[in-house]
């Protein structure tokens, strides 16, 4: 899987294919994705032997053809090309690559744009007036364990291409990793509770309900850091998330913002969360 943010063409995306293809005599097939153009292709890398064993020159050779003479061929027999360029009779000759392309399905289409857009962001969600769960009230230990499905299913009604399981597991999480590495983090999902408790988690795209909360990020109100039961790792080729600057900073009472920053401000009636808005610095 590769990811090539310059790849428009496809020969393109076929050299970037053949980039990633560390074996020299098996056939690969690589997902190379455009994260700018979303634009993705499955090209199949196929090694071949070219021309084969070059051909010996007789001692007997050249002999003379002279204009309207016979000649008998040897045994071997002969074959009579057209002129051709010295160079395109060595490349035909040397090792060389085939290529077989083959475009996305609508459904990995829609799965690889999905990702790609949730992909090297921060996403908040406003946890609606608490059920009688406990879930959405406060952050509250393992009973913050139970706001993780309703998280990704609001996060999934906005981008519907992530319920696509058309790509295999690997796949889809080498396409996250690579993604995160190319914005240079990890995506995160920021949820804030009826009395102002915050908390971002990882997305786990394969296992929605695996999805962990990120440790150092739960906060109370003011800022304070909260006791986070998260910070496990995500199987795979998973990336290590530390909160170190966040992206989105629940803004403190008093606190100071930097330079594109972007802070959660929330008014309170009866210390419960009535209205929110989001402003970048």
Do not use: H
Request: net charge neutral.
């Amino acid at each position: 899987m590769v990811v090539c943010d310059t790849c428009t063409s496809l020969s393109q995306f076929q050299m970037a294919a053949r980039g990633a293809v560390t074996g020299t005599n098996v056939n690969s097939e690589v997902l190379v994705v455009n994260p700018v153009t979303e634009q993705a292709i499955w090209i199949s890398v196929l090694p071949r032997s070219g021309g084969g064993t070059r051909s010996q020159v007789s001692k007997d050779s050249p002999k003379e053809v002279l204009p309207g003479e016979p000649i008998i061929l040897p045994e071997s027999g002969g074959i009579i090309r057209g002129k051709q360029k010295l160079e395109s009779l060595e490349a035909a000759a040397a090792p060389g690559y085939d290529f077989l392309n083959r475009d996305l399905t609508p459904d990995e289409k829609a799965e690889v744009g999905a990702v790609i857009k949730l992909s090297g962001k921060d996403t908040i969600i406003v946890l609606p007036p608490d059920d009688g769960s406990g879930y959405f009230s406060s952050y509250n230990g393992t009973i913050a364990e139970g706001t993780k499905l309703y998280v990704f299913n609001r996060v999934a009604e906005s981008n519907g291409g992530l319920l696509k399981i058309a790509l295999a597991s690997r796949i889809r999480q080498l396409l996250k990793n690579r993604l995160a590495a190319y914005f240079g983090k990890q995506s995160r999902v920021c949820s804030v509770y009826n009395n102002g408790d915050s908390v971002c988690w990882q997305i786990d795209l394969a296992c929605p309900s695996c999805n962990t909360s990120i440790n150092g990020t739960a906060k109370d109100v003011r800022g304070n850091i909260l006791p986070s039961t998260g910070g496990e790792p995500i199987g795979g080729e998973g990336l290590t998330v530390v909160n170190t600057p966040p992206n989105v900073n629940y803004g403190p009472a008093g606190g100071t913002a930097s330079k594109s920053e972007v802070w959660l401000f929330c008014s309170y009636i009866g210390g419960k969360i009535v209205s929110c808005y989001i402003q970048k610095f």
